[in-house]
């Protein structure tokens, strides 16, 4: 825990608090590890015709960010630099709470995903994924002769 | 009679739950370098406002989501962040830039003249 003894942000702690409790005490479903607290952060959501996936990835060049798409499993992965590197020797760093390193995170996306028809773009540090359901599987009305 | 008392005209506004953004702050001899994670905000929905001694940062998420989306797993929950700070008296608020890359900002706020740092000499006698 990274409480500082004299703390200038009560709010602050109290939400890494609550942050590292939520990571502690909460099950994960996924044999890849915890579902959440990890860097990017994850949204996913689904349309009839779409899968729709937001990472968080601020501070990360786009060109640096890799998506495989491999037998229905979905990895984000890259690096994130830190933005303390050039910090002096006189200077001091009086908070420090941003990501920096590798990351990678993974998605098992179901059957239906036509893994030919995604589309990503990046903007404002978010990255939006959009898959395209099979054509087979997307709702259709049947005419009734 | 006493209706003034009953009804509070100079009410604060009721303030949105909002994300608390991860930060980093360096402190370097001629002043302070802050960087915030607003993934999502573009530069026109980013506010950075110092109000006496406090500095507030907040930041609406752009979201363009396709229509009838079902979330189906978020880990980001609100569409927006904001975090305030206390300035200490050293800082000049006009020394104030902003710059906002891939969801990044980097603030930068200068010292004052008279609080740049100034090496003590100390006489031996």
Not at chain 2, 6 to 30: G, N, W
Not at chain 2, 78 to 96: C, N, W
Not at chain 2, 113 to 122: C, K, L, S, T, Y
Request: glycine share 8%.
């Amino acid at each position: 825990m990274d409480f500082s003894l004299f703390p200038r942000d009560v709010f602050a702690d109290l939400g890494r608090l609550h942050r590292q409790l939520q990571d502690a005490v909460e099950f994960s479903p996924s044999i890849r590890g915890f579902a959440r607290g990890g860097f990017p952060a994850l949204n996913v959501g689904g349309t009839p015709r779409s899968v729709e996936i937001y990472a968080y990835v601020p501070g990360v060049d786009p060109a640096g960010i890799e998506v495989n798409l491999e037998r229905g499993v979905l990895t984000i992965s890259g690096e994130r630099k830190s933005g303390l590197g050039g910090v002096g020797a006189k200077d001091s760093v009086h908070i420090e709470e941003r990501f920096t390193g590798k990351f990678r995170r993974v998605i098992t996306l179901s059957d239906d995903l036509d893994p030919d028809a995604v589309e990503a773009r990046c903007r404002d540090g978010l990255l939006h994924i959009s898959i395209k359901r099979k054509a087979a599987a997307q709702p259709r009305r049947i005419s009734i002769q | 009679m006493n209706e003034g008392k009953l009804t509070r005209e100079s009410r604060a506004p009721v303030e949105q739950a909002a994300l608390l953004p991860p930060v980093d702050v360096i402190e370097d001899a001629s002043g302070i370098t802050l960087y915030a994670d607003l993934p999502g905000v573009s530069k026109d929905r980013l506010h950075v406002q110092v109000e006496a001694d406090t500095l507030t940062i907040s930041g609406e998420m752009d979201l363009a989501m396709p229509q009838g989306m079902a979330a189906t797993h978020a880990e980001v929950s609100l569409p927006r962040y904001r975090r305030s700070f206390t300035l200490s008296k050293e800082l000049d608020p006009e020394k104030l830039s902003a710059e906002l890359k891939n969801g990044v900002l980097k603030l930068r706020i200068g010292k004052a003249a008279h609080a740049q740092p100034r090496r003590v000499e100390i006489k031996v006698g």
